[in-house]
């Protein structure tokens, strides 16, 4: 069955970089897109970027300058980095995957990142 | 990039009752391949989202059919037609057609 799971440190340090996987089952990278989406404590959800089925790539114009993800498909793996961390970036990181048709059919539980000044 | 406007922000209602949230989008969500990428998730207390509606009115399997999407265009609304308890949550209007995507700010359901 499809399933998601984002995996890296709970804990950052301003300044720094964050580096999170999301590792994929049940489908291939190939062929589907895989969104990254945060949400921080009691706020709303925030879309960063999106990896697409051909490894191009599009990014929140707020966090373009910080934010990158690529993949290895050959280890159904999706990879997060953003640099410059502040504790504003404090949140649930999720990953989700898209369809042609549908944005979110299925997603990771969340990794909760907290950034610490 | 493009602005989702989503009203209420907060909306109570008994268990039975009908209720609808808007969506309104700052450009057209028609995509050139004639499809509109409008998506309606639920998340509820401690979960994570689930997606309910795709392509503005069809909904996702497994989905009770009290959910309906409507809308083209700008303006998009969900409906529930007779609240039960479960469907307590926050409710995000998604566009997927103009990347960057975009979320609404959410419309918080409780039962009264």
């Known amino acids: 069955q499809v399933q998601l799971k984002e995996s890296g440190p709970v804990l950052v340090q301003a300044s720094e970089t964050l580096s999170l996987t999301c590792t994929v089952s049940g489908f291939s990278l190939t062929n589907y897109g895989v969104i990254w989406v945060r949400q921080p404590p009691g706020k709303g959800l925030e879309w960063m970027g999106i990896i697409w089925r051909n490894g191009n790539t599009d990014y929140n114009s707020a966090l373009k300058s910080r934010l990158s993800i690529n993949r290895d498909t050959s280890k159904s793996q999706v990879f997060l980095k953003m640099n410059s961390l502040q504790t504003d970036d404090t949140a649930i990181y999720y990953c989700t995957r898209i369809t042609i048709a549908a944005m979110g059919d299925y997603w990771g539980q969340g990794v909760m990142v907290t950034v610490s000044s | 990039d493009v602005v989702l406007t989503q009203t209420p922000p907060t909306l109570s209602a008994t268990i039975g009752q009908s209720v609808s949230i808007s969506c309104r989008s700052s450009?057209?969500?028609?995509?050139?391949?004639?499809?509109?990428?409008l998506n309606w998730l639920l998340q509820r207390p401690g979960q994570p989202p689930q997606l309910l509606i795709y392509l503005v009115s069809r909904l996702e399997s497994g989905v009770p059919n009290r959910f309906s999407g409507s809308g083209s265009g700008t303006d998009f609304t969900l409906k529930i037609s007779g609240v039960e308890a479960e469907d307590l949550g926050v409710y995000y209007c998604?566009?997927?057609?103009?990347?960057?995507?975009?979320f609404g700010s959410g419309t918080k359901l409780e039962i009264k």
């Open positions: 998604v566009q997927s057609t103009h990347a960057p995507f975009t």
């Open positions: 450009q057209s969500l028609l995509h050139s391949n004639g499809n509109t990428y």
